[in-house]
Nanobody
Framework: QVQLVESGGGLVQPGGSLRLSCVAS????????MGWFRQAPGKQRELVAT???????NYADSVKGRFTISRENYKNTVFLQMNSLKPEDTAVYYC??????????????WGQGTQVTVSS
């Protein structure tokens, strides 16, 4: 099992910045990907950004150039630096970890979520 604990959400004005953190513990495979997803009221959960254990990143088009994902492997921690925030970024942000075993099977785990509200 894997436990994920997020922190760093809150209320920020449009144009402001926030940094989310997520610490993973438990059975973490050497091959994995960590990332952030978000879900706004009445909408489906969507990918924000992911980063593999090898450092490859992937971003949603809506956040490219504004958000940066990074990780510290030795601390099993992933960060999401969010700049130039917009009201449409308002959502609950969920940390995700996906383990991949030697046969290519994947196992996904989720944090409890942290609220990000962008409003003046």
């Amino acid at each position: 099992q894997v436990q994920l604990v997020e922190s760093g959400g809150g209320l920020v004005q449009p144009g402001g910045s926030l940094r989310l953190s997520c610490v993973a513990s438990g059975s973490i495979f050497s091959r994995n990907a960590m990332g952030w997803f978000r879900q706004a009221p009445g909408k489906q959960r969507e990918l924000v950004a992911t980063i593999t254990s090898g450092g490859s990143t992937n971003y949603a088009d809506s956040v490219k150039g504004r958000f940066t994902i990074s990780r510290e492997n030795y601390k099993n921690t992933v960060f999401l630096q969010m700049n130039s925030l917009k009201p449409e970024d308002t959502a609950v942000y969920y940390c995700n970890l996906e383990n991949q075993d030697v046969w290519g099977r994947k196992y996904a785990y989720w944090g409890q979520g942290t609220q990000v509200t962008v409003s003046s």
